[in-house]
């Protein structure tokens, strides 16, 4: 189903993030409306319900006209309809969908965020006509969604696509291959590929602790410890990437979040993992193609979008 495949009222998305919260209304053609971010609330779950309904609130005032809701988060529901597995962790256990359509008055759909990436590039974006669509969030968490034939793939778990919370595979000697995860576990891929796991890695060879986008200017700059950090996590990100193609082999893997834009990335690690994919070398090259997002960080709020309105 495309965006503009039948009539359809505009479509509300947000998407709930651990440090801001994005509001897009669309229109049936995937137009923007109007737009809005705001800081995520800190002191608790009913802070954050209060934000999101506030939200609403404001894209009613601003469009009279009916629209649908669907908001991405990290995690995922259970049967009985609590989140589960989400990295904002005051929001494990809650029914958020369940207290949110109470305080509106009205339906809405939940979703896990990385599925919200993968349904909206998989509709318009850098997945768009693929059969099948592998979406991972680069970020403050790892996630990833799947998409096949332009429909989110959901699990009886709920948990496909939970690429972060497996161990990074083949490790290399001299790595630490088991930092602790805030899931329980040691040595997943989020622990390790996450932006806080990119500072602590550059931090841990050179003493100094900078963010993701300070180590991708100071490489920029030519810093060789800096360009050392960002050879670090590629191939790591290529270890990741190549058990997915050995698992799922999808056609598009799509790069969103914020650390999808350091740079070369989507040329380096495809240069990387055929050393990982179980393949046939230079006669047998891997055809997966690497790109980021089309929508870039508007891509989660869209896909909200669309599946509150493939919902309504």
Same mark, same amino acid.
């Given at each position: 189903m495309t965006a503009a495949a039948s009539p359809a009222p505009l479509a509300l998305g947000i998407d709930l993030g651990g440090t801001k919260i994005e509001a897009l209304l669309l229109d049936a053609a995937g137009r923007e409306v109007w737009r809005e971010r705001i800081a995520t609330p800190q002191d608790g779950y009913a802070a954050i319900v209060a934000a999101l309904v506030a939200q609403v609130a404001r894209a009613r005032q601003t469009s009279p006209a009916p629209f649908t809701i669907g908001i991405g988060t990290p995690g995922s529901l259970?049967?009985?309809?609590?989140?589960?597995?989400?990295n904002t962790t005051c929001l494990n256990g809650r029914t958020l969908q369940?207290?949110?359509? $109470? !305080?509106?008055?009205?339906p809405l759909v939940l979703e896990n965020d990385a599925n919200c990436l993968a349904l909206?590039?998989?509709?318009?974006g850098a997945g768009a006509g693929a059969a099948v669509v592998f979406a991972a969030i680069l970020g403050t968490g790892i996630g990833a969604g799947i998409a096949?034939?332009?429909q989110v793939l959901r699990g009886p778990n709920g948990l496909a696509g939970e690429w972060g919370h497996n161990p990074l595979p083949w490790a290399v000697?001299?790595?630490?291959?088991w930092p602790a995860c805030y899931c329980g576990q040691h040595g997943c891929i989020e622990a390790q590929l996450s932006g806080p796991a990119l500072a602590r890695d550059h931090a841990r060879h050179t003493g100094a602790m900078l963010d993701a986008q300070a180590i991708a200017s100071? $490489? !920029?700059?030519g810093d060789p410890a800096a360009e050392a950090t960002l050879e670090r996590n590629a191939q790591r990100l290529a270890r990741a990437l190549a058990c997915?193609?050995?698992?799922?082999?999808p056609d598009v893997i799509v790069l969103g979040g914020g650390l999808s834009r350091l740079p070369s990335l989507c040329t380096r690690v495809p240069a990387l993992w055929s050393r990982w994919v179980f393949s046939g070398g230079e006669r047998d090259p891997v055809r997966t193609r690497l790109v980021p997002a089309h929508h870039g960080d508007a891509s989660g709020v869209r896909g909200a979008a669309w599946l509150g309105r493939q919902a309504g």
């Amino acid at each position: 189903m495309t965006a503009a495949a039948s009539p359809a009222p505009l479509a509300l998305g947000i998407d709930l993030g651990g440090t801001k919260i994005e509001a897009l209304l669309l229109d049936a053609a995937g137009r923007e409306v109007w737009r809005e971010r705001i800081a995520t609330p800190q002191d608790g779950y009913a802070a954050i319900v209060a934000a999101l309904v506030a939200q609403v609130a404001r894209a009613r005032q601003t469009s009279p006209a009916p629209f649908t809701i669907g908001i991405g988060t990290p995690g995922s529901l259970t049967p009985a309809g609590r989140l589960k597995n989400s990295n904002t962790t005051c929001l494990n256990g809650r029914t958020l969908q369940h207290d949110l359509q $109470a !305080a509106l008055q009205r339906p809405l759909v939940l979703e896990n965020d990385a599925n919200c990436l993968a349904l909206s590039e998989a509709t318009d974006g850098a997945g768009a006509g693929a059969a099948v669509v592998f979406a991972a969030i680069l970020g403050t968490g790892i996630g990833a969604g799947i998409a096949v034939q332009g429909q989110v793939l959901r699990g009886p778990n709920g948990l496909a696509g939970e690429w972060g919370h497996n161990p990074l595979p083949w490790a290399v000697p001299g790595e630490d291959p088991w930092p602790a995860c805030y899931c329980g576990q040691h040595g997943c891929i989020e622990a390790q590929l996450s932006g806080p796991a990119l500072a602590r890695d550059h931090a841990r060879h050179t003493g100094a602790m900078l963010d993701a986008q300070a180590i991708a200017s100071a $490489a !920029a700059g030519g810093d060789p410890a800096a360009e050392a950090t960002l050879e670090r996590n590629a191939q790591r990100l290529a270890r990741a990437l190549a058990c997915v193609i050995n698992l799922l082999d999808p056609d598009v893997i799509v790069l969103g979040g914020g650390l999808s834009r350091l740079p070369s990335l989507c040329t380096r690690v495809p240069a990387l993992w055929s050393r990982w994919v179980f393949s046939g070398g230079e006669r047998d090259p891997v055809r997966t193609r690497l790109v980021p997002a089309h929508h870039g960080d508007a891509s989660g709020v869209r896909g909200a979008a669309w599946l509150g309105r493939q919902a309504g």
